[in-house]
């Protein structure tokens, strides 16, 4: 029954801005251990919130990298994907053929110069945090998947 709770409360939050101090954040959901698959959708859909801001405060950018790391340990453990060997260019392109994008696609969505799409298909060129942000919300996966070692 907790968990309906904090669902419900997340959705009610969801009308208004986050805030930008730890405190605040920690107090609408105190970062924790993931045990089950309902605080692991209340985990999801808080990063999820915190990517779609444009600028995040320095606290929401610490806050976010707890969470995707409370994610990464849970989702290891429950929803194992061997994804060693994989790198950031190789998880873009195996994303990007899935919807069928092209390079221009890519770029649209990132945002970038249409020749930036081609070159980070490539690995000419590495993505940036906020590209991985966007890719993350974009194809639902964290963000750290597509950042290279």
């Given at each position: 029954?907790?968990?309906?709770?904090?669902?419900?409360?997340?959705?009610?939050?969801?009308?208004?801005?986050?805030?930008?101090?730890?405190?605040?954040?920690?107090?609408?959901?105190?970062?924790?251990?993931?045990?089950?698959?309902?605080q692991?959708?209340?985990?999801?859909?808080?990063?999820?919130?915190?990517?779609?801001?444009?600028?995040?405060?320095?606290?929401?950018?610490?806050?976010?990298e707890?969470?995707?790391?409370?994610?990464?340990?849970?989702?290891?453990?429950?929803?194992a994907?061997?994804?060693?060997?994989?790198?950031?260019?190789?998880m873009?392109?195996?994303?990007v053929?899935?919807r069928?994008?092209?390079?221009?696609?890519?770029?649209?969505?990132?945002?970038?110069?249409a020749?930036?799409?081609?070159?980070?298909l490539?690995?000419?060129?590495?993505?940036?945090?906020?590209?991985?942000?966007?890719?993350?919300?974009?194809?639902?996966?964290?963000?750290?998947?597509?950042?290279?070692?």
């Open positions: 029954m907790e968990g309906v709770t904090v669902v419900t409360r997340l959705r009610i939050v969801k009308r208004r801005a986050l805030p930008t101090g730890l405190n605040g954040l920690v107090r609408l959901m105190p970062p924790m251990a993931i045990r089950d698959d309902v692991h959708e209340n985990t999801v859909e808080m990063i999820d919130r915190l990517m779609q801001i444009e600028k995040l405060s320095a606290d929401q950018q610490q806050y976010l707890t969470l995707v790391e409370l994610v990464e340990v849970y989702e290891a453990r429950r929803h994907i061997d994804v060693s060997g994989l790198s950031g260019v190789r873009l392109r195996h994303v053929e899935q069928e994008m092209s390079a221009t696609d890519l770029a649209k969505l990132l945002g970038v110069h020749s930036l799409g081609s070159k980070l490539k690995g000419e060129r590495q993505l940036t945090w906020d590209h991985a942000k966007t890719l993350a919300a974009e194809f639902r996966v964290s963000p750290v998947l597509f950042m290279e070692a």
